[in-house]
């Protein structure tokens, strides 16, 4: 927005510059206001023009440092995209800075400063593909930092975008809404649907960073079917309990 401000106030000073030039110089109205529109259209394609080359200049230096999720270079990750973040201009582009820097501190477990950087992007400016990494991406990082009540809601609210985008996007974000099914089913006493999802996890194309999260679905599904079968058990030696007295 502040972007487009700047083009429109940059347009009007030239318009206004052109006015004053057309009148010393006693140009034709025709003429004066078919330069001008051709003058303030070049300002915004060369705008446009410039813009696209900008982020795709930074997209680049992100795609080059995606391969450091995958090694053991994930602290250099995140200590070069917070350096782009600190020169990077553009709400878009920083919004997508931020998704990846809340990536590589979910690689090294930091699910909390995760969230918080979630949580400082303003999801309401948000569209198309950018708000569905931060829908998923954020419902993750909850569930893994066993903030499961604010993880199960964010999951409801948003199941039937997540089962539409699962369709249609690419491998990566399919794998993780396929993993926000497996914590829903685990967190809901789903038990053998949980399984069931697990197995069919491991058996797709997973990149490292995905495979890695096999064992702790498998020890979060034990854990919660221990925690449950505990319960089922406290709960039937008291009612044989009551029903002695």
């Keep these: 927005m502040k972007r487009k401000f700047k083009i429109i106030i940059l347009g009007l000073i030239l318009a206004v510059f052109l006015t004053i030039i057309g009148s010393i110089l006693k140009s034709s109205d ?15 394609v060369i705008s446009t023009i410039i813009n696209i080359i900008y982020n ?3 997209i680049k230096k992100v795609n080059k440092l995606i391969p450091k999720l995958d090694s053991s270079d994930i602290e250099e990750f995140i200590s070069n995209i917070e350096s782009l973040l600190l020169k990077a201009k553009g709400k878009n582009l920083k919004v997508v800075l931020n998704l990846n820097l ?5 690689e090294i477990e930091n699910y909390e ?7 400082s992007i303003n999801e309401e400016e948000l569209k198309g593909m950018l708000l ?6 954020s419902c993750i990082y909850y569930f893994f930092a066993k903030r499961y009540e604010k ?4 999951y409801k609210d948003n199941k039937e975008l997540f089962f539409k985008v699962e369709k249609k996007s ?21 038990f053998s649907e949980a399984r069931e999802r697990i197995d069919d ?20 599904l034990l854990e919660r079917e221990k925690e449950i079968n505990l319960w089922l058990y406290i709960l039937i030696v008291g009612q044989k309990m009551l029903l002695s007295l």
Excluded at 102 to 106: C, I, W
Excluded at 113 to 119: A, C, D, G, L, Y
Excluded at 151 to 154: G, K
Excluded at 206 to 216: A, F, Q, T
């Design 30 to 44: 025709d003429i004066f206001f078919k330069n001008c529109l051709c003058i303030m259209i070049g300002i915004i």
């Design 56 to 58: 795709f200049y930074y």
């Design 102 to 106: 809340a990536v590589g501190y979910s």
């Design 113 to 119: 400063k995760s969230i918080e950087i979630m949580e």
């Design 132 to 137: 569905n990494v931060y829908k998923v991406n």
């Design 151 to 154: 993880a199960m809601f964010l």
């Design 170 to 190: 690419s491998v990566q974000l399919a794998n993780a809404i396929k993993s926000l099914h497996i914590f829903y089913a685990i967190m809901s006493n789903n």
């Design 201 to 220: 996890f491991s058996k797709r194309d997973l990149s490292n960073r995905s495979r890695k999260k096999l064992p702790y679905f498998d020890k979060l």
